[in-house]
T-cell receptor
Framework: KAGVTQTPRYLIKTRGQQVTLSCSPI?????VSWYQQTPGQGLQFLFE???????NKGNFPGRFSGRQFSNSRSEMNVSTLELGDSALYLC????????????FGPGTRLLVL | AQSVTQLGSHVSVSEGALVLLRCNYS??????LFWYVQYPNQGLQLLLK??????LVKGINGFEAEFKKSETSFHLTKPSAHMSDAAEYFC?????????????FGDGTTLTVKP
């Protein structure tokens, strides 16, 4: 099976702009989770989507939003970008069951100038 | 709430030596536990997982971990380090009731392997 893919891999934006990141999960996986990874804060959970519904949510401001499509592909949007949003954004897919481990994509590295 | 503490942000071993990366967790419910590895400029790769079956879990690349409830630990070991094991390792915990789609990660341990 093909792995998790994320596009784009690299992105440069300026403060105030918005950005949309895309994630295609492993075929058959219904759950997609998003994480932000920074040197200072480590890996932080953003949200999880399962069957087009947000199932879990982390402690991020409303500027961070996501959605999932009927084919399980997911997008994450960040509006009004801040310098502190510079990070590696990782997408992970899983079958969606309790014991299902997560499989991560390579990430999108976002730099906000 | 759940949390993970990885003791030692940097661990250095010689090639062929034992690898021991420490992870302690805090959870109000019986947790699911995971170890992941991250190579530079890549995503995380699952090494192994504990989901309440056998307490000694074997993973890929010769790694294994033992779940010890009394010590709230899930340390990762490998009998003999290889140069290719140099990477960052993350321990993660999830609540089975909210499924593995939401995991809490430790701060990571960078493993250096000396020739």
């Amino acid at each position: 099976k093909a792995g998790v893919t994320q596009t784009p891999r690299y992105l440069i934006k300026t403060r105030g702009q918005q950005v949309t990141l895309s994630c295609s999960p492993i075929s058959g996986h219904r759950s997609v989770s998003w994480y932000q990874q920074t040197p200072g804060q480590g890996l932080q959970f953003l949200f999880e989507y399962f069957s087009e519904t947000q199932r879990n949510k982390g402690n991020f401001p409303g500027r961070f939003s996501g959605r999932q499509f009927s084919n399980s592909r997911s997008e994450m949007n960040v509006s009004t970008l801040e310098l502190g949003d510079s990070a590696l954004y990782l997408c992970a897919s899983s079958p969606g069951t309790a014991a299902g481990a997560q499989y991560f994509g390579p990430g999108t590295r976002l730099l906000v100038l | 709430a759940q949390s993970v503490t990885q003791l030692g942000s940097h661990v250095s071993v010689s090639e062929g030596a034992l690898v021991l990366l420490r992870c302690n967790y805090s959870s109000s419910v019986p947790p699911y536990l995971f170890w992941y590895v991250q190579y530079p400029n890549q995503g995380l790769q699952l090494l192994l997982k504990y989901t309440s079956a056998a307490t000694l879990v074997k993973g890929i690349n010769g790694f294994e971990a033992e779940f010890k409830k009394s010590e709230t630990s899930f340390h990762l070991t490998k009998p003999s380090a290889h140069m290719s094991d140099a990477a960052e390792y993350f321990c993660a915990v999830s609540d089975p009731a909210t499924n593995a789609g939401k995991s809490t990660f430790g701060d990571g341990t960078t493993l250096t392997v000396k020739p």
